[in-house]
């Protein structure tokens, strides 16, 4: 009847369900029936019969069987005893089969048990004590009676030994090779965790930096001249509004793509397009942020009008043919104007702004300058208790070096504060 359920245990063969103890038992065991009937001629299928031996062949059948008893620990000196007792008895022509088991018992233990080149010593030194015992017992009267079977045994169990040796060693391997798979898996795993979580950050920074600096100067802005001059207040407040929109727009649009990677195509835009009809305006807004595409070079006069807006002057020049650069490179470009402008609004209010943007034969050429004070940036982010005002000088040179490109940023010698960065595109990867 074969058994084929699922939930069934399955259970392991009888010789891995022994216990260490169990197997010393059956050694025990093993020598002391060997030694009763190798000693005293015992017959278990017979009459039983008693015969004692003489002086010599009663410590050689006691050699030859008891300390098999204790093989597992003593592996080579074990085998060098037995072997010895199998010699005697070998020489005087009365080696019965009974010592071949307690030989090959011996001669397995030492294979499994001991470096391979100590165990091939072992195994020539038994089958020349065995040789010995045989060369003699050639040389007397008992020679019709002695026979080649315990070096066979010997030699064959020590073969078995050794196999079980080598597939252990094997299975050893396979298992520590395993676990270290594992353990990169799982330091590649965090790895990947650790690189997505500097992404998201360097994300939501640029995109929430940028729109709370403008966000807070329109504010101010309304906040001072409600009073005296509604019309500007209103003005402000309408950047005010646009830029909150464009900033939920974009944090949409992170997190929809960061939830929708094992969902895309088809599938997903009509799940979205289910979800938006049940859900109503909200739902398709985020659809909307969801499918816009990123900012590129296309969007650095759009850009360049909110700060404006923010009252400091822009002046954007961009050169070279910008549709053909990879919208990667066009995304971290808009990123790296899009911070600089972000710190002259922060940290030097009232300066003028220059931004030249540069797609020639050998990539990006990216140059942001404003008037202000040289060292109003760096002073500013030396004076911050957070880390959290670092993020953006380096956040500018991670998503540079992402590129193999170069970035950057100090004081100018006129006064002012420069950011230049490089970003190679050769023209056959523009081209692709």
């Known amino acids: 009847m074969v ?47 008693l015969v004692l031996p003489d002086g010599p062949m009663l410590a050689a059948s006691l050699a030859a069987t008891v300390p098999v008893a204790v093989r597992r620990a003593w592996p080579l000196p074990v085998l060098a005893v037995v072997t010895a007792g199998v010699g005697v008895l070998t020489a ?66 020590w073969f078995v030994g050794d196999g079980v040796r080598e597939r252990r060693r094997y299975q050893a391997g396979v298992a520590e090779q395993e676990k270290r798979w594992r353990e990169e898996e799982a330091e590649r795993g965090h790895r990947a965790v650790q690189e997505e979580r500097l992404r998201i950050a360097r994300e939501l920074h640029d995109v929430l930096a940028h729109t709370l600096s403008m966000v807070a100067v329109q504010a101010g802005v309304g906040r001072r001249v409600g009073t005296s001059r509604p019309a500007e207040a209103l003005r402000a407040l309408r950047v005010v509004e646009e830029s909150g929109r464009g900033a939920l727009d974009e944090l949409r649009r992170i997190l929809c793509l960061m939830r929708g990677d094992d969902a895309t195509g088809p599938e997903r835009l009509g799940v979205v397009a289910d979800e938006g009809a049940a859900q109503g305006h909200g739902q398709s807004a985020l659809d909307t942020a969801a499918l816009a595409p990123a900012p590129g070079l296309g969007e650095l006069e759009a850009l360049a009008a909110m700060v404006r807006s923010a009252g400091t002057p822009v002046a954007l020049s961009v050169t070279g043919d910008v549709t053909r650069v990879p919208p990667a490179a066009a995304l971290t470009a808009y990123r790296i104007v899009q911070e600089a402008l972000t710190n002259v609004v922060r940290h030097a ?53 992402a590129f193999g490109g170069t970035l950057s940023a100090g004081a100018m010698p006129g006064g002012g504060f420069e950011v230049a960065a490089f970003l190679p595109v050769p023209a056959r990867r523009r081209a692709a």
Do not use: C, K, N
């Open 3 to 49: 058994r084929g359920d699922v939930g069934e245990e399955l259970q392991p063969p009888l010789a891995y369900r022994i216990t260490g103890r169990q197997w010393v038992a059956v050694d025990v065991a093993t020598a002391a029936l060997a030694a009763l009937a190798l000693t005293f001629h015992v017959r278990f299928f017979r009459v039983p019969h």
């Open 349 to 401: 209010p009232g300066a003028q702004a220059s931004v030249l943007v540069g797609a020639g034969a050998d990539g990006i050429r990216i140059r942001v300058t404003d008037t202000g004070q040289g060292e109003g940036v760096l002073a500013a982010v030396a004076r911050s208790a957070t880390p959290l005002a670092q993020h953006g000088i380096v956040g500018m040179r991670e998503r540079a070096s």
């Open 92 to 157: 005087y022509g009365v080696a019965p089969l009974g010592t071949d088991l307690m030989l090959g018992m011996a001669s397995y233990m030492a294979a499994l048990q001991l470096v391979r080149p100590l165990a091939i010593a072992a195994l020539v030194g038994t089958e020349a004590a065995i040789g010995v015992g045989l060369l003699t017992a050639a040389a007397t009267a008992h020679s019709q009676s002695v026979m080649l079977h315990s070096m066979l045994a010997a030699a064959a169990l």
